[in-house]
């Protein structure tokens, strides 16, 4: 699950709540995630946020989910950056998976402990100091798999991060 089905699925429990308990954080945790989102007005998703206009939410995750079509990148190889350019941007995006999985990990729930769950996130979108070739470079040198809608994941990022069933006894 990436950052944008997380949002996604924060917005369904928000049109349907199973846990009135949830509602603020859910409206909390949509704020922080939304405003990590590449492309995102700021201040429009601040005033959603804070007026719980979930209708509002869901056209700003929607645009998310759809946006206009992007021109294709020029055809760019890893060549065109240097060596520290590139270990730069994956030191950049592996910091950046590593702490949205810290916060969706350290979520607090019932009885104010968290719950030790692990993290469902394995793609993201990647930061935006960094040019898009970039990824487009690193994508092509088999370090970043895209996998739709700007997100990428490092390659076996599934594996590493699930429990396997030994880990989970």
Request: proline share 7%; hydrophobic share 35%.
């Amino acid at each position: 699950m990436n950052a944008l089905q997380k949002l996604r699925s924060i917005v369904d429990e928000l049109r349907d709540p199973k846990d009135p308990m949830k509602i603020l954080d859910n409206w909390g945790l949509a704020g922080r995630l939304g405003a990590r989102m590449p492309g995102v007005d700021a201040e429009r998703l601040q005033r959603v946020v804070e007026a719980k206009d979930i209708t509002g939410l869901d056209d700003i995750v929607t645009r998310l989910e759809n946006p206009e079509a992007e021109p294709e990148p020029e055809p760019v190889s890893a060549e065109s950056f240097s060596k520290d350019q590139l270990s730069e941007a994956m030191r950049a995006f592996r910091k950046r998976v590593k702490l949205m999985r810290l916060e969706d990990e350290s979520k607090l729930r019932g009885k104010r402990l968290s719950s030790g769950r692990a993290s469902s996130i394995d793609a993201i979108m990647p930061p935006g100091e960094f040019p898009r070739a970039i990824w487009v470079a690193l994508e092509q040198e088999g370090k970043l798999v895209h996998t739709g809608q700007g997100f990428y994941m490092e390659p076996g990022s599934l594996e590493r991060n699930r429990p396997t069933d030994v880990e989970k006894l």
